[in-house]
């Protein structure tokens, strides 16, 4: 199948600071690009669909300048948490999908930890 | 909200095939169904779906029944790391949102 990499695999940040969360498409063109957060035991819940070149759309509930998305190119999409709060602390996964592709390809996740 | 319902926890024996049921009695004429695993700490992983037709792939095997208000997923000889939450999801296609459920949490005993 096809490779969605995640940058970095955990980071660690105080309180108060922005972290930017990287997400790729290695061997295709991701046309579309969804982030979630995951908590503890808790299910995946999907947060915002980006499509290449255009504003991202964020689901009910998700602050748009809070977590800021960029999708600028056809293989990365990119999440920045601004103002990091420690209840930010959470699993972060990216997908992504190609335009002639039937289902999106999900990321290894990204582990933030706001002390 | 989730579309579907599906047990909380399930154990299989190693090498015996686990059947993973689902619940989706509302299920529009349209909508596929879909499954997705989490192995712990990973991103989810896609498995297999259909619409009304069994398939079956490297993975698994996907039974619908002809109402299609239930599947089945089997996974014909478990192993150890099929240990995972298997997710079973209803949507349009390919354009639809992929909204997660509570899934199964299913532990392959050795």
């Known amino acids: 199948g096809a490779v969605v990499s995640q940058h970095p695999s955990r980071v660690i940040c105080k309180s108060g600071t922005s972290v930017k969360i990287e997400c790729r498409s290695l061997?295709?063109?991701?046309?579309?690009m969804f982030w979630y957060r995951q908590f503890p035991k808790k299910s995946l819940m999907l947060m915002a669909t980006s499509n290449e070149g255009s504003k991202a759309t964020y689901e009910q509930g998700v602050e748009k300048d809070k977590f800021l998305i960029n999708h600028a190119s056809l293989t990365l999409s990119t999440l920045t948490v601004t103002s990091a709060h420690p209840e930010d602390s959470s699993f972060y996964i990216c997908?992504?999908?190609?335009?002639?592709?039937?289902?999106?390809?999900f990321g290894p996740g990204t582990r933030l930890l706001v002390l | 909200d989730a579309k579907t319902t599906q047990p909380t926890s399930m154990d299989c024996a190693e090498g015996r095939a686990a059947n993973l049921p689902c619940n989706h009695s509302?299920?529009?004429?349209?909508?596929?169904v879909y499954w997705y695993r989490q192995i712990h700490s990973q991103g989810p992983q896609y498995i297999i779906h259909g619409l009304k037709n069994n398939e079956t792939n490297e993975m698994a095997s996907l039974i619908i029944t002809e109402d299609r208000k239930s599947s089945t997923l089997i996974l014909p000889h478990a192993t150890l790391r099929d240990t995972a939450v298997y997710y079973c999801?209803?949507?349009?296609?390919?354009?639809?949102?992929?909204?997660f459920g509570k899934g199964t949490r299913l532990h392959i005993l050795p």
């Open positions: 997908s992504a999908r190609g335009l002639n592709q039937e289902t999106q390809y």
């Open positions: 999801i209803v949507r349009v296609g390919r354009d639809d949102k992929i909204i």
């Open positions: 509302t299920i529009s004429g349209n909508e596929y």
């Open positions: 061997d295709f063109q991701a046309t579309t």
